[in-house]
């Protein structure tokens, strides 16, 4: 069985940085894709980021990339999430998942087999 937990969400303001760190753990998680997801109120969950299965190539929605960055320390099995210039519309649950089989909906919900328990972030304006 394959944990994943996420942490370092807050209450920031307009145009702060936040960093969220994901550490996975279990038998084969770091062969795993992992990916960053974030769910506002009545709103579905959304694709922020990932690095794919056994790949250091990372993959950005278009509306956070050159804003938020993706990185991880194999040696820590951890994954982290750079948020800059945070925006009152990036407020919500962020998520972080691990997707043990190749998919080619990387950045489908559907893609990914376990998940964190979400962290909230909140900017105020």
């Known amino acids: 069985q394959v944990q994943v937990v996420e942490s370092g969400g807050g209450l920031v303001q307009a145009g702060d940085s936040l960093r969220l760190s994901c550490a996975a753990s279990?038998?084969?998680?770091?062969?795993?894709?992992m990916g960053w997801f974030r769910q506002a109120p009545g709103k579905e969950r959304e694709f922020l980021a990932a690095?794919?299965?056994?790949?250091?190539?990372?993959h950005y929605a278009d509306s956070v990339k050159g804003r938020f960055f993706i990185s991880r320390d194999n040696a820590k099995n951890t994954v982290y999430l750079q948020m800059n210039s945070l925006k009152p519309e990036d407020t919500a649950i962020y998520y972080c998942?691990?997707?043990?089989?190749?998919?080619?909906?990387?950045?489908?919900?559907?893609?990914?087999?376990?998940w964190g328990q979400g962290t909230q972030v909140t900017v105020s304006s």
């Open positions: 998942a691990a997707s043990r089989t190749y998919s080619d909906e990387i950045g489908s919900p559907t893609s990914y087999d376990y």
């Open positions: 279990g038998r084969g998680s770091s062969t795993y894709a």
């Open positions: 690095f794919g299965w056994r790949s250091i190539i990372a």
